[in-house]
């Protein structure tokens, strides 16, 4: 595992060392409290004693609370998603942050028994790649590869629905994943005064954390994509599990927005017909991103590249757009692949808007690079440049829905979140398995040693 494996963690009261916590380290891991910034980042490789506010005691008892982006940021606007005196979600109405969730409650039951199983191919559940990272699927041996899967993640398969391009040359779908983090701000402040709007594929577990700045990125006329409930590889998930993932993350940004989403992009890109079927049944549009445009800011965050690497391949990229192809048959424009979950990664994203910009690229949301003016399966529409305007009886602010008190107004679902009384608690974990969730989360980039993804990414 690299050394700079490293995260900032949520509010949970008890103290643990790094090394008692990875002794701990034993569910899926997720990529989604990747560091914020160096200043306030926590070598999970040192002996530092972290309390889980997001504050590191050092060896003389002093302790380093830095503002995260541009702002600083107090205990409690961490606890309530960056903002003063706002809403927080109840998490006992959901599932365990950052985990798969369970499939036998009667409402994943119900969800489950939407789903017409006897169009979705019958394909093996992909194997993980090793025990400690199931999240992310194994790839057999060439010889051993059916092709008729069309999976993404083992050799570069798209199927025709799958959203790859923008249909026009000058257009840039510009998207980030992972969201929303504490940074998010950060970058939406950026895009705002450039009056640049973009696709946030948003994981659940995310959202619940941060509703405030969600609500924000939807005011502001950003669109809202779904990136699952705990961002494993789709393929390694039984049926069920594929079903819980989507509709937990989709319940979530509904309580939180009032938007039921239409676009899904999977984690890591990992794809087959199989997933295809469920999802489409689901009502979702599948959106991968441009080969060739991975920015690779991922591998920032374990400092396996440098920024000036990024800027280099992103310009070579450039160079080349004139080789995108559009499903159409005609010159596309480019689908990028960032993340807004550190310092570091927004402020390359804000270079490479730049770059792009001065070389005639526009970047703007998928919706609008679709010209899908009706980008939510329900809830709202994007209107120019990005407003959002009322349709199919739903509301952008979505009432506050998810507030406590108001979960239970799950409007687009006839069974109540959670089932019987008693069965969404699980939730309410106990602080220890709040901080080892935020060790898996951290961790995962660097368990896997990024080799497994770079062989696939790195190519696509």
């Known amino acids: 595992m690299p050394a700079l494996a490293q995260v900032v963690f949520g509010a949970v009261d008890n103290k643990l060392t790094t090394e008692q916590a990875f002794k701990m380290l034993s569910s899926p891991l997720t990529p989604m409290d ?47 998603g960056g903002s003063r005196g706002k809403s927080r979600m109840n998490m006992a109405l959901y599932p365990p942050r950052n985990k798969i969730p369970d499939v036998n409650t009667p409402q994943v039951k119900a969800w489950v028994a939407e789903i017409d199983w006897s169009k979705v191919p019958n394909i093996p559940v992909a194997e993980g790649l090793a025990p400690d990272t199931p999240q992310f699927p194994k790839c057999p041996p060439d010889e051993e590869m059916d092709r008729t899967t069309c999976w993404w993640s083992c050799y570069g398969c798209t199927a025709p629905t799958d959203i790859i391009t923008c249909p026009l040359a000058n257009q840039w779908g510009l998207t980030y994943d992972d969201g929303p983090s504490l940074v998010t701000r950060n970058m939406t402040k950026f895009l705002m005064e450039k009056k640049i709007t973009a696709t946030f594929f948003v994981v659940g577990s995310r959202v619940l954390e941060y ?42 940004i509904r309580d939180v927005t009032g ?32 080969k060739g445009w991975d920015t690779n800011d991922w591998r920032m965050l374990m400092h396996e590249i440098p920024e000036r690497e990024i800027i280099k391949n992103f310009k070579d990229a450039l160079d080349n757009r004139a080789n995108i192809q559009s499903s159409n048959g005609k010159p596309g424009g480019p689908i990028t692949l960032e993340h807004d979950v550190s310092k570091d990664t927004v402020h390359v994203s804000k270079t490479l808007i730049e770059m792009a910009v001065s ?45 406590t008190g108001m979960e239970e107004q799950d409007y687009n679902t006839p069974s109540k979140t959670g ?29 896997m040693g990024l080799t497994a993804v770079a062989s696939v990414m790195l190519t696509l």
């Open 419 to 447: 089932g019987k009384k008693g069965e969404a608690k699980s939730s309410s974990s106990s602080s220890t398995s709040d901080a080892v969730a935020a060790l898996q989360q951290s961790a995962v980039y660097a368990a």
């Open 359 to 403: 070389r005639g690229l526009h970047p703007m949301n998928l919706a609008a690079c679709l010209g899908d003016t009706t980008p939510y399966q329900r809830g709202s529409k994007l209107g120019p440049g990005g407003a959002v305007e009322k349709i199919n009886g739903g509301d952008f602010t979505g009432s506050y829905r998810g507030m």
């Open 259 to 290: 938007l039921t989403a239409k676009y899904v992009r999977p984690p890591f890109g990992d794809i087959d017909n199989r997933v295809r079927e469920i999802l489409r049944q689901m009502g979702y549009t599948i959106v991968i991103w441009t």
């Open 211 to 252: 509703p405030d700045i969600l609500r924000e990125q939807v005011a502001q006329g950003h669109h809202i994509g779904m990136h699952t409930w705990s961002h494993s590889g789709l393929t390694t998930l039984t049926n069920q599990e594929i079903v819980a993932e989507i509709r937990w993350s989709e319940k979530a």
């Open 34 to 80: 990747i560091t914020p910034n160096g200043d306030q980042n926590i070598n999970l490789l040192t002996n530092k004693q972290i309390d889980y506010h997001g504050i590191v005691h050092t060896h003389d008892g002093a302790t380093e609370d830095k503002a995260i982006g541009d702002e600083e940021v107090t205990h409690g606007e961490r606890e309530r």
